[in-house]
């Protein structure tokens, strides 16, 4: 039942993030009111700032050039740019340093999200197994009480033959009784 929420949740999180982005192109898209920068060739372009202001360029150290981005593979091969020399985004992070933090924060996130999964997971099954063992518990007590309501009763059965017997208990079937003054 938990984990039934717990996934609910996720999805009702999911479908806000959807329409949330949704309306957030619509809106930015809906109205155009400046056309789109025309944006020079890569190769024209003389220092990193200016490169870098269209995402399509990629802007080497090595060599001091702007490249078009080799949009064929995720990472540029070192025949276009050594990664350690190459920029893309910004002038101040080589594409090496953004590649093992863009990895780096995306294993965090991961690994958060696993141990919180696996935090769910343990705390659930905690609860469920005390459940268990209370209800073992209670099924235990129950039945020792209701043996010493059997002896109880056999106890209380025996003692009464023994008054019966004895004349302790006044029985009208029983023809001898113990005088009484009256």
């Not at 003389?46 to 060599?63: A, G, H, K, P």
């Not at 020399?85 to 690994?111: H, K």
């Amino acid at each position: 039942m938990d984990e039934s929420r717990v996934f609910g949740s996720m999805l009702v999180f999911l479908l806000v993030c959807v329409a949330f982005s949704a309306s957030a192109t619509a809106t930015t898209t809906a109205k155009p009111t400046t056309p789109p920068p025309v944006h020079k060739p890569c190769n024209t372009m003389t220092s990193c700032e200016t490169c870098l202001t269209n995402v399509s360029c990629l802007w080497c150290q090595t060599n001091s050039s702007c490249t078009d981005y080799p949009v064929s593979y995720v990472i540029p091969p070192a025949s276009v740019c050594k990664l350690s020399q190459a920029r893309w985004g910004v002038c101040w992070v080589n594409f090496e340093a953004l590649i093992i933090a863009m990895a780096v924060v995306s294993g965090v996130l991961l690994l958060a999200i696993a141990v919180c999964c696996c935090c769910c997971c343990c705390k659930r099954r905690r609860s469920s197994s005390f459940d268990r063992d209370d209800e073992q518990f209670a099924r235990r007590r129950e039945e020792i009480r209701q043996r010493a309501d059997e002896r109880r009763a056999e106890r209380k059965t025996k003692h009464d033959e023994i008054r019966k017997k004895y004349g302790l208990i006044p029985d009208s079937d029983h023809p001898y009784s113990k005088f009484e003054n009256e």
